[in-house]
C-alpha cells in the first residue's frame, strides 16, 4: 500500500516487463477470437517522467532514458517504442510513460477487453480517470490476487494475466504468487500468466522457479536482465518474467530483444541476460545466455 511505480516507472524492468507484454498480446492477435487481459496490479496506468516521484529517483534516465535514443533496435523493441511515443501524442520531449495498461488498452482491438486491479485509492482513482471513455476497460478498486481467482476465466476463455507485485513482502510475495497462481491456474488452467519479479539473491529466485517447474504448465519461460550480480539484498540487481503457457517459440520472439539489453543498459563484464525454458513439453530445458550485442546497434 505504499508502494509507488511512479518512482520506477521506465526503469529498465519496465522495459523488459513491457516488451514481453508487447510480445504476447501479438501472439493473443493471432487469432481473430477476442481475448482479455488482466492485470492484477496495475498502478495508475500512466506515469509523468517529469513529476517529482520520477525525478527523485531518475531511474527512468538509464532505462527508457537510453533506448529512446538508440539505432537499430530489433523489431519488438521498435514496437514497444511506437506504443511509448503514441502515449505522448506527437510531444517529443516524451514527458510520459505508459504502465501495463495503456500499452494493453493500446493494442486491444474493439472486441478485447481488459480487467484491471488496483487496492491503492489514489492510484485507482487516476485509473479510472485515465480509462473513463473506453468501454472495453473495466477498473476493480481490489486486491489483485483475490481478484484474479474470481475473475478467471474470463467470458472470452482466452487470455493473459499479467501479475506485477510492488513486492513489498519481499521474499514472502514469491509464495503469495504461489498460492494464488495455483487457484488460478486450477479454473483457467489454458490462460497465459506472466509473473514479473525483482532479481536480488538468486537464492529467492530458484524456490519460485522451481515450483513453478512443478506446477503442471505445459510450457513455462524465464526471460531476465541482470545489470550486476545477483548476490546482495539491498539492490536490485535485476527483473526477470516468467510466461506460464508460453506461446509456442516464445523464446524465438524474445531472444533477439533481450539479449541486447544488458549490452545497453548495463555494465561490461557484470551485466547478461537469461532465457530458460524452466518447462517445455519436450522436457528440455534451454539454457541460460549472456547478451552479445551486434555491433550495428549503438547508443546515439
Request: net charge positive; proline share 7%; with cysteine.
Amino acid at each position: 500500500m505504499n508502494y509507488r511505480h511512479a518512482y520506477h516507472a521506465g526503469n529498465f524492468a519496465d522495459v523488459l516487463k513491457h516488451m514481453v507484454l508487447v510480445a504476447l498480446i501479438e501472439s493473443l492477435q493471432k487469432k481473430a477470437a477476442p481475448f482479455c487481459y488482466i492485470d492484477t496490479h496495475a498502478g495508475r496506468g500512466r506515469y509523468d517522467l517529469r513529476g517529482s516521484e520520477a525525478r527523485k529517483t531518475a531511474e527512468a534516465d538509464a532505462g527508457f532514458g537510453v533506448l529512446r535514443t538508440a539505432t537499430g533496435l530489433p523489431p519488438l523493441l521498435w514496437k514497444w517504442l511506437e506504443i511509448v511515443r503514441a502515449c505522448n501524442e506527437g510531444d517529443e520531449s516524451m514527458r510520459h510513460y505508459p504502465g501495463s495498461p495503456w500499452i494493453a488498452a493500446h493494442l486491444m482491438r474493439p472486441g478485447d477487453s481488459a480487467q484491471l486491479c488496483e487496492l491503492h485509492g489514489e492510484e485507482a482513482a487516476a485509473l479510472r480517470q485515465l480509462f473513463h471513455h473506453d468501454s472495453r476497460v473495466h477498473v476493480h478498486q481490489r486486491d489483485g490476487y483475490e481478484a484474479m481467482r474470481a475473475l478467471v476465466p474470463p467470458k472470452e476463455k482466452r487470455g493473459l494475466v499479467l501479475i506485477d507485485p510492488p513486492f513489498e513482502a519481499q521474499d514472502a510475495e514469491f509464495r503469495l504468487i504461489e498460492k494464488s497462481l495455483k487457484a488460478a491456474m486450477e479454473k483457467w488452467p489454458g490462460g497465459i500468466y506472466a509473473i514479473w519479479y525483482p532479481v536480488k539473491l538468486r537464492s529467492h529466485v530458484q524456490p519460485f522457479h522451481r515450483w513453478l517447474s512443478k506446477s503442471g504448465a505445459k510450457r513455462v519461460l524465464a526471460a531476465e536482465v541482470l545489470l550486476r550480480p545477483d548476490d546482495s539484498p539491498l539492490r536490485l540487481n535485476g527483473t526477470g518474467i516468467a510466461i506460464v503457457n508460453a506461446p509456442w517459440k516464445f523464446d524465438e520472439v524474445l531472444r533477439d530483444s533481450l539479449r541486447l539489453l544488458p549490452k545497453l543498459l548495463g555494465t561490461p563484464g557484470e551485466s547478461e541476460y537469461r532465457l530458460t525454458w524452466l518447462v517445455e513439453e519436450g522436457g528440455d530445458e534451454t539454457p541460460a545466455h549472456v547478451s552479445q550485442a551486434p555491433r550495428s546497434v549503438r547508443r546515439r
